[in-house]
């Protein structure tokens, strides 16, 4: 779960004007990129060394890595964050406490999730954040909502805009960094961005002598496919993220290491809850059993996948246990392949197989999501259904909510440390605002009966929000995960692991197995942590061998 593996070449790589990190992006064309980054979709990953992390969240220690902010501490509800009196906006001003209540005052706007379990925030001290928040909350939903965050939000962006009424809705045409990169240049091609060391437009930070390179490139790729030819040809240095079948990882150098970073999320087929016949639980369930997603995995790579999660609960394949204690808890439906199951559950919703015509959408560049939605065509037709694809071009941002009845999104929100705690899995499921922050993006209700007892989801979630009891919380979450099991809000695929890529032939890492590499994203954090890789002068662990 957790090995770095060095798969097999040597690189020629680089360009004829400088020493480039050359990277790749494939979801969407750096001409369609967004700078705000509350618009939700079309953000490059250029925000990981853009922006500063407040913390960085090290998945598989489950713990917060101090960064922007250095310390943190709770007492009698409040939260005191102390920053580091070093990090810099573009023009020189300093990042201070100010600047994250104003980061904090744009997420109230637009009803971020910190919001459901803070009261206020202040500067009380130029370095020093207080956030207040009711008694009895539960600590941990305020660390793992807020710590997370980047630095992402300068007053000058945002400034004379209407960001009270609209946040999502301000133009950033430039980002202002606040962390040690700033951007030089973005065409239909590439984006380009450099340490701020020197540059013509932008101040010094305090970590750009961490870059012994000239910056990083990273230019789009149309499909996954496209992004392991540059890694087989010695063209390109890594990517954040980017799914490898077994067969491909084989063709790669042996200098590209591969970081098994897990998701924490993965592949689900959502229903659109208001349309018939999918606002029908027993038609949701024979779904279900008309899948075999153990195939649907094999079919995709067995090595770059967690589970399909037998016995869904909306919490991830980390945390089940730990909660429910079981991955297949007592009581649980296990989804397994029944075709005539499915048969029984559709004739009790009083439709014969065959009758239901489904249309899958889902995003055809994303490879492994594409090729397990042509699986999950092809196990429907075979057990009845009369099922198609109806393959996109972008990803799901694009269009979910615009007409799709059955289609592929998430099932956790990923790339965040909260996705490990159950009331953020569950959240993301029972009352989605990631793509509709007014209601449920697939229209799920808010009051579901389950063995005859009417459960109000928002009030559980907010209960699991506010005790500290942990027998209540572990009740709470055990009844909410019994909605996602038998009310089928969406059905589960694949949870995966994130492969995310550093060529090592011209970029040293640490030869050893670090904490550090189980993080979003090895390539843009390495080089900021303060300790040093033998043979360098400067702090980092990521150097361009030169």
Not at 147 to 172: C, H, K, Q, T
Not at 276 to 297: G, N
Not at 459 to 480: H, Y
Not at 517 to 539: A, R, T, V
């Amino acid at each position: 779960m957790t090995g770095v593996a060095a798969v097999a070449g040597c690189l020629g790589g680089g360009t004829d004007d400088g020493n480039w990190f050359l990277a790749t992006q494939t979801d969407f064309p750096a001409s369609n990129y967004h700078w705000n980054l509350l618009v939700g979709w079309e953000i490059p990953h250029d925000q990981f060394g853009l922006y500063a992390q407040w913390t960085q969240y090290l998945i598989e220690d489950d713990e917060f890595h101090p960064h922007l902010i250095q310390e943190w501490n709770h007492d009698n509800g409040e939260m005191a964050l102390s920053l580091s009196e070093e990090f810099t906006w573009g023009n020189g001003d300093d990042v201070t406490a100010d600047d994250l209540v104003f980061q904090l005052e744009v997420f109230e706007a637009a009803d971020q999730p910190i919001w459901q379990f803070i009261d206020d925030a202040e500067a009380t001290g130029d370095y020093e954040l207080t956030v207040s928040y009711p008694e009895g909350t539960n600590t941990d939903l305020v660390d793992y909502a807020l710590l997370g965050e980047l630095a992402a939000y300068s007053p000058d962006d945002f400034e004379d805009e209407n960001w009270e009424d609209d946040p999502a809705g301000v133009d950033i045409e430039t980002p202002d960094p606040s962390g040690p990169l700033a951007l030089t240049e973005h065409n239909d091609t590439y984006s380009q961005t450099e340490p701020r060391d020197g540059l013509e437009d932008y101040a010094d930070h305090h970590l750009a002598d961490r870059y012994n390179w000239d910056g990083y490139r990273v230019e789009f790729r149309d499909g996954n496919n496209a992004a392991h030819e540059s890694l087989i040809n010695n063209e390109t240095d890594g990517q954040h993220s980017l799914f490898t079948p077994p067969d491909v990882l084989e063709e790669f150098p042996d200098d590209v290491h591969e970081f098994q970073v897990p998701g924490g999320f993965g592949m689900a087929i959502w229903f659109d809850h208001d349309v018939e016949p999918w606002d029908q639980r027993a038609v949701r369930q024979a779904f279900y059993h008309s899948i075999d997603r153990e195939s649907v995995i094999r079919s995709v790579g067995e090595s770059t996948k967690i589970s399909h999660h037998p016995a869904p609960t909306g919490l991830t394949w980390a945390s089940v246990e730990n909660w429910l204690g079981s991955t297949e808890p007592e009581g649980f439906t296990v989804y397994d392949h029944d075709p005539e199951r499915a048969e029984e559950l559709l004739n009790e919703a009083g439709y014969e197989m065959g009758e239901i015509s489904v249309e899958l959408t889902y995003p055809q560049t994303w490879s492994d999501w594409a090729n397990a939605a042509q699986t999950v065509v092809d196990h429907l037709n075979q057990t009845g259904w009369d099922a198609s694809g109806d393959p996109r071009s972008e990803g799901p941002g694009s269009y979910v909510g615009s007409g799709p009845e059955v289609f592929i999104d998430q099932h956790t929100e990923g790339g965040a440390p909260r996705m490990n705690h159950p009331y953020f899995s569950l959240d993301y499921i029972l009352r989605n605002r990631l793509r509709d922050t007014e209601s449920h993006f697939a229209n799920y209700p808010t009051e579901v009966e389950i063995d005859g007892e009417t459960i109000d989801v928002e009030s559980d979630l907010q209960a699991l929000a506010t005790t500290t009891d942990e027998a209540e919380q572990e009740a709470i979450v055990e009844r909410l995960a019994r909605v996602v099991n038998e009310d089928v809000p969406c059905v589960y695929i694949m949870e995966k692991y994130e492969q995310s890529f550093v060529n090592g032939a011209r970029f040293e890492i640490p030869d050893d197995d670090i904490s550090h590499f189980y993080s979003y994203w090895p390539m843009w954090w390495l080089p900021k942590i303060d300790e040093s890789l033998e043979g360098y002068d400067s702090p980092g662990l990521l150097k361009f061998d030169d």
